[in-house]
Structures are given as structure tokens and as C-alpha cells.
């Protein structure tokens, strides 16, 4: 069943619905510009929106990531989650109930 809520203390919602704790803040990760970014990128969804697969710590994640430009590099901000496998396929398991409740909800 699908949970919303704060982030637990135990780790399990770490990069869930409570936030991004899996990154570093914005500051930390200055180093990461467009072209330093180690995500495969699948598409963009906005204007400065982006869908991307990539390894951070060692495990590969689905990042849904805004991206801002500073002195003209394009970097990845805070606004954003990144999702480890085990919740990436919880999210793309529950796909069509999500589809279904957005069309009964628009």
C-alpha cells in the first residue's frame, strides 16, 4: 500500500515521499555540472526538468531532478528525488492505479 508521510528515522524513507535525503545539499554538490553529471539521461519533462539513470554511492537510481544554470553551466538543484531500485519498481508497479486516479481526479 502506498504510504505519504515524513521521512522515518530507521532509513526506509530515505528518498521517498518526505524528500531527497539521499543527496547532498545543492552546496556540496557545486563540482556537479551538466557535463560532470553521471546520470544517463532518459528525457526531459520540462523546461529545466530532467529524468535520468544514474549510480550515486555505488547504486543506480532513477533521479527526477530540476536543474538550474549558474555562470553558465547547467546544475542539478535540490528540488528532487532519486529513487533506488526497490522504490523505483514499487512507483512503476503502481502505475496504472496512479494513471487511473489522476484521470478520476482531473
Known sequence: MWR???KRSD?????GWGGDSDMAPASKRAKDSEDDFDGIVVGEIGKNRRVSVRSWQGRVVVDIREFYV???KTLPGRKGISLPM???KILRDHINEIDKLVKENS
Do not use: F, L, P, V
Open 86 to 88: 526497490d522504490q523505483w
Open 11 to 15: 532509513g526506509e524513507g530515505a528518498g
Open 70 to 72: 549558474k555562470d553558465g
Open 4 to 6: 505519504r508521510g515524513k
